[in-house]
């Protein structure tokens, strides 16, 4: 029979906890590369459809709105 003292059984669980904790990494950075590749259709029109809703719209205070009572002139330190 093999003779395991305590500091080489604590070293080989060291060693799988490190293997284990690189896999894990390994098999995260797997799957969010996979799920790059597919982009959702739906997403990609709605953003689309934001970025039309957000050209129309038009910005408050645009287009000969006047200024309100409470705001002072532009050049009001002149």
């Known amino acids: 029979m093999i ?3 305590e500091a080489d059984a604590f070293a080989v669980a060291m060693l ?3 293997f284990l904790s690189f896999g894990v ?3 995260l950075l797997w799957c969010m590369k996979r799920n790059v590749a597919r982009r959702n259709v739906h997403v990609d029109a ?3 459809e934001l970025e039309a809703q957000e050209a129309e719209a038009e910005p408050v205070g645009a287009k000969g709105a006047s200024p309100q009572a409470w705001e002072k002139d532009a050049d009001w330190w002149k």
């Open 3 to 5: 003779a395991v003292f």
């Open 16 to 18: 799988g906890v490190i």
């Open 46 to 48: 709605l953003l689309e």
């Open 25 to 27: 990494i390994g098999l």
